[in-house]
Nanobody
Framework: VELVESGGGSVQAGGSLTLSCAASVYVACMGWFRQAPGKERESVALYSYTAGITYADSVKGRFVVSKDSTKNTLFLQMNSLKPDDTAMYYC????????????????WGQGTQVTVSS
């Protein structure tokens, strides 16, 4: 499975960005994760074929995940961005389910940088 991300960039606080992640084949779980300098990688939003969508508390009400199943592409619409959202954003996937542990995700994209200035 190959994951190709796009859509990162720089934006001022309060702005919006949309990330996309295209998977080469169908997978049951796709998710967005992020890692800021000096911090651990954390889950942002998950899309599970069976369990639906979940969001981290820090992004609820601001970020929206959607999927184009015909193209195996996951989108992350990020609104009302804050400087704390600055991080490298990664797409990850698992063929069968959404693991609880980041280490159990089989496939990762190369990452796309999101920078939010105040």
């Amino acid at each position: 499975v190959e994951l190709v991300e796009s859509g990162g960039g720089s934006v001022q606080a309060g702005g919006s960005l949309t990330l996309s992640c295209a998977a080469s084949v169908y997978v049951a779980c796709m998710g967005w994760f992020r890692q800021a300098p000096g911090k651990e990688r954390e889950s942002v939003a998950l899309y599970s074929y069976t369990a639906g969508i979940t969001y981290a508390d820090s992004v609820k009400g601001r970020f929206v995940v959607s999927k184009d199943s015909t193209k195996n592409t996951l989108f992350l619409q990020m609104n009302s961005l804050k400087p704390d959202d600055t991080a490298m954003y990664y797409c990850a996937a698992h063929r069968l389910w959404c693991p609880d542990s980041l280490g159990d995700y089989n496939y990762w994209g190369q990452g796309t940088q999101v920078t939010v200035s105040s």
